[in-house]
C-alpha cells in the first residue's frame, strides 16, 4: 500500500492511546472495510507533524478484496489528510520496512520576508539571511559514511550510529530552499537535527568546521537544535527488488 498525508494534525506514525496517529486511523478503517483485525509495516515512523507523499505499507490479509476496489473503500473512509495512492498484492516474504533498499526525505524552506498561508503547513518560515554557498557546504560534508550520535535523542533505542549517505543537497526554487537527503535508514529525529544544524551554519552561528567534527561522532547536546517538523517530507521508498520505487511498481 502507498500512501501521502498531512501529518500536521497527528502525533506521528505510530499508534499512541489517546491520540490520533497515522497508524492508528488507517488501521481502524482497514479492520471496518475487511472485518479483520490488521498490522501494519511501514517503511518510515515519521514523527509528529512530519510529512508523506511516498510513504509504503505491508499487511497481510485474508480478504480477497480486489486491490483496486479496497484502495476505493479505504479512500472513502478516510480523512482528507490521508489518501491511498495504490495497493498491490507482494509476495508473502515482502516487508515495508525490511525490504527497504533507501529512504529519501525533503526538508523545504521558505525564504522570504513574508509567510505563505496555503503553504505554511509544509514549509518552515525563515525570514533571516542564509548564506546558500555554506549550506551546499554542509550539505556536501554530510554526504558519506558518518557516525551520526550527535543527530539523534541521547536516550535512542540505537545502538549503531553509522550511516551511509547517498544524497544530500540543497536545491533553490524561487523563494523555496530544499534539501534533499537519501540513505538506506535513518536515526531517529535525525534529518531535522541535521537541518536546524545546517541553519546555524548557513546563519553564520555556527563554523562548517564544528559539523565536519560532529559527523565523528559527538553528543546530541553539541548538535543544533531540530528544525520544525512541518517541513519535513518522506518523499520516495526504493526496494532492491527495483530501481522503481514500490509506488510505481
Not at 482497514?30 to 505491508?58: C, K, N, P, W, Y
Not at 560534508?141 to 535512542?156: E, L, M, N, S
Request: aromatic letters at 8%; a neutral charge.
Amino acid at each position: 500500500m502507498d500512501l501521502e498525508y498531512d501529518g500536521s494534525d497527528f502525533a506521528g506514525w505510530a499508534k499512541q492511546p489517546g491520540l490520533q496517529t497515522i497508524e492508528g486511523t488507517l488501521e481502524q478503517v482497514l479492520g471496518r472495510i475487511l472485518q479483520e483485525q490488521v498490522g501494519l509495516t511501514v517503511a518510515g515512523r515519521t514523527d509528529a507533524g512530519v510529512h508523506a507523499r511516498g510513504q509504503v505499507v505491508s499487511f497481510l490479509t485474508g480478504s480477497g478484496m480486489e486491490p483496486g476496489r479496497l484502495r476505493w473503500s479505504v479512500n472513502g473512509l478516510l480523512p482528507d489528510t490521508i489518501a491511498v495512492s495504490s495497493i498491490t498484492e507482494a509476495p508473502l516474504d515482502f516487508d515495508a520496512r525490511r525490504s527497504a533498499g533507501s529512504r529519501s526525505y525533503s526538508y523545504t524552506l521558505l525564504c522570504r520576508p513574508w509567510p505563505s498561508a496555503y503553504r505554511h503547513r509544509f514549509v518552515n518560515f525563515i525570514r533571516s539571511q542564509l548564506d546558500t554557498a555554506l549550506l551546499h557546504s554542509a550539505a556536501a560534508a554530510i554526504a558519506g559514511r558518518h557516525d551520526f550520535r550527535a543527530f539523534t535523542p541521547t536516550v535512542t533505542e540505537h545502538s549503531y550510529f553509522q550511516r551511509e549517505i547517498m544524497v544530500s543537497r540543497w536545491h533553490e526554487d524561487v523563494d523555496l530552499l530544499v534539501y534533499t537527503i537519501e540513505a538506506s535508514s535513518f536515526l531517529r529525529g535525525m534529518v531535522r537535527a541535521l537541518v536546524g544544524t545546517m541553519l546555524e551554519v548557513g546563519r553564520g552561528r555556527r563554523p562548517l568546521r564544528d559539523l565536519r567534527e560532529l559527523l565523528a561522532g559527538g553528543e546530541r547536546s553539541q548538535a543544533g537544535e531540530s528544525a520544525p517538523p512541518g517541513g519535513l517530507c518522506l518523499e520516495q521508498v526504493l526496494y532492491q527488488s527495483s530501481s522503481k520505487s514500490k509506488r510505481e511498481r
